[in-house]
């Protein structure tokens, strides 16, 4: 599964609008993934779209 972040707000330094993110963990409405910093971090689910990562390559 990938994160496409939807709002970057109060993350502006962590996060970029749109950006796709691989998910390194799902649980409990949280994403994992790793940031524009290169840390690991928990994340709310609301703020992405989840996509399927087939559904990814076949658009680019």
Do not use: H
Request: charged content about 25%; hydrophobic content about 40%; proline content about 2%.
């Amino acid at each position: 599964m990938i994160a496409r972040c939807k709002t970057n707000e109060a993350f502006e330094d962590n996060l970029t609008g749109d950006k796709l993110y691989p998910i390194l963990d799902l649980r409990n409405g949280s994403v994992l993934i790793v940031n524009d910093r290169e840390e690991e971090r928990w994340y709310g689910v609301s703020r992405f779209q989840l996509v399927s990562a087939a559904s990814v390559s076949q658009a680019a």
